[in-house]
Each structure stands twice: as C-alpha cells, then as structure tokens.
C-alpha cells in the first residue's frame, strides 16, 4: 500500500488514562463504522486497499496517554479529507476519555517530486560537463586518438610509424613531442630522449633529409649541436624561446615548419659549431675563380688572353708582348684562358674535375662562372649564392644533403666525380656523374 498510497493522514491523539495501540485501532474501527456509508467504510476501503494499515504510535505518562495515528491512502482528495475528519468524531478509548486532531494530510507525490528536484539539482551540478563539444570536436577528438595509437619505436626510441621508410624525417626532443606531432597528422617524427644523440638517430641522419624541430632552450641549442656533429642536419626549426614543441598549437607547428631554416643559414654571422667555423676558415685560404670572361667567335681572342695575364700580374704591356710571341706561346695562352673560364658546361668539367681540383664551381644559365669553392663547402655556397646557380660541378662524391639544397635553390644541372646512395632524386635536377657526362659528350 505504501508503494500507491497518494496521502498520508496524520492524527493526534490523547486520552486520560493508560491505553495501547489495539485499543486505539479499535476505536478507528469501531467508531467510524457507519458513519461514512458502505463507499467510505474503513474495514471495506482496507480490503479494497485502497487505505492502508492504521500506524499508532503511543506512550504513557502519569497516567495519561499521547500519540500518533498515522493512515495511508489512494483515494482522491476530497475523499481522503472526508475519511480525516472522520478521525476527529472519536471520543473514547476503552474506558478513558480521548479527543483526536488531524494535524495534516500529506501529499505523497508532493514529496517525491521536491525528492527528485533536489535529487536532479545534484546530478546536474555535479555529473555532467559543463564543455559542449560540437560535431568538429568530436571527429577531432577521434582522429587524435588514432593517431596517438599510432606511435610506434625505432630501435627502442619513441617514432611515428613512416620513419622506416620516409624520404625525410623530423628530429624532436622525446616521446612527447613525438605525440603532439602525431596528433596534427606527422607521422616521420623521431625522438631522441635527451642531448645524447642515439647512434640509430644519427645513422638516419645519412640516408634522409633531416629537419631538426627543438624547444626554444638550451636544450634545444645542445640536441642540434650534437646532431650536427655526429649526423647531418638539413634544415632547423626551433619553438618560440621558452616553449617547447609539445606545447604549440596545430597552425604553430605547421607554420614553423613551413618556414624551416636551411642549417648554413643559421650561421651567416659565425655562430656556427667549430667544426663549421673551421671548415669555413679553411675555404678562405683557397682561390677562388675569376669572373668568366664572354666567349667570342674564336675559342680564345687575344683580348682574353689579355685580361688572363692581366690578373696573373705578368705586366702592364701584356697585350703588345701577345701581339709578338710566336704561334706556340699564343696557343699555350689561348689553352690557359679556356682553362680558366671555359664558356660551356663540358669546359667547366674539364677545368674543375678532370685537373682534380677538389673544388665546386656554380654556374649561370651562360655558364659564367659565380663562385668557386672547395668541395666540402658546396652546401654552403648553394645555400647563399645570389644570384641562384643554374648549374653545378662538383669534384667530389656528391651526397643527398647537396642534391636537396640544390633541388630547393632551383639547380637544374649537376655533374660530379661520384654520386653516393641516394634516397630521394628530384625530377627536376639532371645528375650525372663524370663517367656520364663523358659518355653522352
């Protein structure tokens, strides 16, 4: 009955004398028998149960008695009023005296409602988050975790899984880095888990074109040094100072990226390494090309020759001592001047790796000479040269790291004594080795 009453009637009661609880449900029965007609009997609505049990709670003292009636029912509202008063008519209890008053009805329902609105209050404030997220963040949230999913190890170090077999990979700081990268959709990163540069990092360094992405610290400034050293470095991308790279926002990385440093570039005003500084101050002590000098109609005018001894130092009247030499020494002079600045790319090739002169020389599209350097500057000087190269060559083994920032300054030709292992060959740039050239010359 508890579980469908609607109302709960509550009575008071007060006799004078000691009674107990069946007297009291005695006089609810046999008092209020009658009195309502059969519709409202209180034995026949217990049956029906439509009223519930009589709850009587009483006590004695000093010889009088006091307590409560309480009556539950599922009848409607005027019903369950007529039934309270009807309580209010009793006026003996056994052989004492006694008076009941109906205190209050009570609305079950009433209660259960202000229940669950105190209830749904607490659930509202604490079990749900107050972040809404739209459909965008939702298909977000999804792509990042298979991307997390994603990361795998190269050699025990943390990687994104196309570092195996990636043309080029992104050297970062730790596992981190390596996670945020993979959340923005960069899958050839690799960590390298503190300054000491991994012997398997560094191998990879050889094979593919590397772009070290650092924080902006110290630790950074110490992770690139010792990745230039004991690796090869094409490009470098360093967070903004104070921050790390797991700390940047998508567009922040793709930004950066995008504008990524060729590693010469980095020390245009001699912050470099020692082993650049010095590799640097060894090429000032070698002799760099003069400017070509045109091609005429003839393979070598005695102007050209001219202007060859002119620079040599040979005299101020070297043009009337060409004008009255013999035949011999006029073609000795015609050989060297062609030697110096041939006016084809053939010329050049013979001047540069037939003489083995284990330098680099850049061309332009006249194939006039730029600059000249030794060979293990060749980077550098296609990283700076203004205007860019059309042409390069190369009396040494030319490597990946040469090709790539030829490729990006816009070199169109390159021929040199040897090609190492290469992982990647741009379609825009012809190469060729000297054996090459010679056979398709």
């Not at 509202?77 to 309270?84: N, P, Q, S, W």
């Not at 006694?98 to 205190?103: D, H, K, L, P, Q």
């Not at 991307?147 to 196309?162: K, S, V, W």
């Not at 440093?261 to 090429?283: I, Q």
Request: proline letters at 4%; charged letters at 30%.
């Amino acid at each position: 009955m508890d579980d469908t009453a609607k109302y709960l009637i509550h009575a008071s009661i007060a006799a004078d004398g000691v009674v107990e609880r069946s007297d009291v449900v005695g006089a609810v029965f046999g008092q209020t028998e009658g009195l309502l007609g059969d519709e409202l009997d209180l034995r026949d609505l217990q049956q029906s149960s439509k009223v519930g049990r009589i709850d009587v709670q009483i006590d004695s003292e000093n010889g009088q008695s006091f307590g409560r009636i309480t009556i539950a029912s599922s009848l409607d509202k005027v019903e369950t009023a007529i039934l309270a008063a009807s309580l209010e008519t009793i006026d003996r209890v056994g052989p004492c005296q006694a008076s009941v008053e109906v205190t209050n009805i009570e609305d079950v329902r009433e209660a259960k409602r202000r229940q669950v609105i105190d209830r749904a209050k607490e659930l509202l404030a604490g079990s749900f988050d107050e972040s809404v997220m739209d459909s965008t963040k939702i298909l977000e949230e999804v792509r990042e975790s298979v991307r997390i999913e994603d990361i795998t190890e190269y050699h025990g170090l943390p990687a994104g899984p196309r570092v195996p077999d990636a043309d080029a990979i992104i050297v970062v700081e730790g596992r981190a880095d390596v996670l945020t990268l993979l959340q923005y959709g960069i899958k050839n990163a690799i960590g390298v888990e503190g300054t000491n540069v991994p012997d398997p990092v560094a191998d990879l360094t050889e094979e593919r074109t590397v772009t070290a992405f650092l924080d902006g610290d110290r630790g950074g400034e110490l992770i690139l040094r010792e990745l230039a050293q004991v690796g090869d470095v094409d490009y470098v991308v360093f967070a903004p100072e104070g921050q790390s790279v797991e700390d940047l926002a998508r567009h922040e990385v793709m930004s950066a990226l995008r504008d990524k440093t060729p590693y010469g570039d980095l020390f245009e005003d001699g912050d470099a390494p020692s082993n650049v500084t010095d590799a640097a101050a060894d090429g000032a002590n070698e002799v760099v090309a003069p400017a070509a000098v045109p091609a005429g109609d003839a393979p070598a005018s005695s102007d050209a020759a001219t202007a060859v001894r002119g620079r040599d130092g040979d005299g101020e009247d070297e043009t009337e001592s060409a004008a009255s030499s013999d035949d011999a020494a006029a073609e000795d002079d015609d050989a060297a001047a062609e030697d110096d600045d041939p006016s084809t790319l053939g010329g050049h090739v013979r001047a540069v790796i037939d003489a083995e002169t284990e330098s680099a020389r850049l061309l332009d599209t006249e194939f006039e000479t730029i600059e000249t350097v030794p060979a293990g500057e060749a980077f550098d000087a296609l990283s700076d040269a203004d205007p860019a190269p059309y042409a390069l060559v190369l009396d040494g083994q030319l490597t990946q790291r040469v090709l790539d920032v030829a490729a990006q300054r816009g070199v169109e030709q390159i021929v040199a004594r040897s090609a190492g292992e290469m992982v990647k060959t741009p379609v825009d740039v012809r190469v060729r080795t000297i054996d090459q050239f010679a056979a398709a010359d």
